[in-house]
């Protein structure tokens, strides 16, 4: 029976993955910090187990994690804050770059030595990087720092056989995105990010972008000069 570890697993994309990979019989470690939710999770399924912990705390993570040994380590989690209007907000920016890059790291701190060959880590990063949008200062970089960190990490961990995907969606229903007050293209729901996720999981992806109209769409944005591209853009600046 295959293991499955998941952070970010109390909500959102995470919380449909978990309930996903249990209703096909796999063993769940559902992660996140918050109690009721997790407890929500839980009853579920009995497939589904918990850690709650806080994973910008690499102690916390390397406690919650030191018995796990699984097949498939999804690490979802994460968090996004926009600047307003270009004030730099520092405590706001450690806020975003420790849960987004650090905590993810932390995770995979603690799980090194514990993945076997043939085993897979899959890190939620996000398409917000692959332009230079306004107000995404913070988030854009966070996940640009995570997409690097782990397109490096694929090429040293091929020899010990542990496979590394880069998930990068667009849109998602979700209660991160409630928060948004612009117009979001493309949105897709929790249910079709899962089907998504688990496709190119399958398939074994290095990387899995959807929905793929808009992901072809910024991509080909993304291949312009960007004096092209910073017009199209300076269009989403706010005054
Ligand atoms: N929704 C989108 O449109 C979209 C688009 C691109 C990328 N993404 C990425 O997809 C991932 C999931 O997003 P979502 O939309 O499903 O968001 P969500 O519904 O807000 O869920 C976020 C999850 O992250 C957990 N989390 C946040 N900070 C944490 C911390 N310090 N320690 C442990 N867990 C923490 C939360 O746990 P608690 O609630 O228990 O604290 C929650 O389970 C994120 O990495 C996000 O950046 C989302």
């Not at 796990?68 to 968090?79: E, F, P, W």
């Not at 995570?146 to 090429?155: Q, Y």
Request: charged share 20%; net charge positive.
């Amino acid at each position: 029976m295959m293991t499955v570890l998941i952070t970010g697993a109390s909500s959102g994309i995470g919380e449909g993955l978990a309930k996903s990979w249990a209703d096909d019989g796999c063993r769940v470690i559902a992660c996140g910090r918050d109690a009721a939710r997790l407890e929500a999770l839980r009853q579920y399924s009995p497939l589904i187990s918990l850690r709650q912990f806080d994973m910008t705390d690499a102690q916390a993570c390397r406690e919650a994690l030191a018995d796990c040994r699984v097949d498939l380590a999804v690490l979802c989690a994460g968090t996004c804050e926009y600047l307003d209007r270009g004030v730099i907000d520092v405590d706001l920016i450690a806020r975003v770059m420790s849960t987004n890059f650090t905590g993810p790291i932390n995770c995979l701190a603690a799980l090194q030595n514990t993945l076997a060959p043939g085993s897979r880590v899959v890190l939620v990063s996000s398409m917000a990087h692959w332009l230079h949008f306004p107000r995404a200062e913070a988030y854009g970089a966070s996940k640009a720092a995570l997409t690097w960190f782990a397109n490096c990490l694929r090429l040293d961990w091929e020899p010990k056989g542990v496979a590394v995907t880069v998930v990068s969606p667009g849109f998602v229903d979700t209660p991160l995105t409630r928060k948004n007050d612009f117009p979001m293209p493309a949105k897709v729901s929790v249910g079709q990010a899962v089907a998504a996720i688990r496709r190119g999981v399958a398939k074994g992806r290095a990387h899995i972008a959807f929905p793929t109209g808009f992901s072809l769409a910024l991509r080909l944005l993304a291949s312009l000069p960007q004096f092209m591209q910073n017009a199209l853009l300076r269009r989403m600046v706010r005054s």
